[in-house]
């Protein structure tokens, strides 16, 4: 899968410009949890209109105009169970994106499981499988497999399919 791995702060800029003019944005977060406070973010996926992005926010000074224009866009934004990420909008810019769309709450809104995994509602849903190699890395360590950034990507890949999807049930139910 063809995807920028963003570094540095002007790839980080080209992403915001391209994120102003979107009409939705699909979005997921890897983090590590267990030996800190507050989870620590480690890196976040981004799919744009069948484009892919991986930000490494080790690798940058600041993830705030990412969060900022995440939250100031009028696009429709796409998580699955999107707890964790907006809690990182929020401690960065004291908001969340307008315009959310949760799949893991839609899909118990129109009757499917709930909390129903994202890899359960892909496989029902969509009927792809999703591999579970990478479940338990540890995101803070560089540099990253090819592997891993699969297993990240895959989380954003599906959304926007699986959000069509979902709207169409809710929309059939009024």
Not at 77 to 88: K, M, N, P, Q, Y
Not at 155 to 170: A, F, G, H, S, T
Request: glycine fraction near 6%; charged fraction near 25%.
């Amino acid at each position: 899968m063809n995807f920028e791995f963003i570094t540095r702060q002007t790839q980080l800029d080209s992403l915001l410009a391209r994120m102003r003019s979107a009409e939705w944005i699909a979005f997921d977060t890897e983090f590590v949890s267990e030996f800190t406070y507050h989870p620590e973010l480690c890196l976040v996926q981004v799919a744009i209109g069948g484009e892919y992005w991986v930000i490494d926010p080790l690798e940058l000074s600041s993830m705030t105009a990412f969060w900022g224009q995440l939250c100031d866009g009028d696009q429709q934004t796409i998580v699955h169970a999107g707890r964790e990420e907006f809690l990182f909008s929020h401690r960065a810019v004291e908001r969340v994106p307008r315009h959310w769309f949760d799949t893991q709450i839609a899909a118990g809104m129109v009757g499917l499981e709930y909390p129903a995994s994202y890899s359960k509602l892909i496989q029902r849903l969509l009927d792809e499988r999703l591999g579970k190699g990478e479940t338990r890395t540890d995101w803070r360590r560089r540099p990253l497999s090819s592997s891993q950034l699969e297993y990240a990507l895959d989380d954003v890949v599906y959304l926007k399919p699986l959000y069509d999807e979902l709207m169409k049930r809710l929309k059939a139910q009024g």
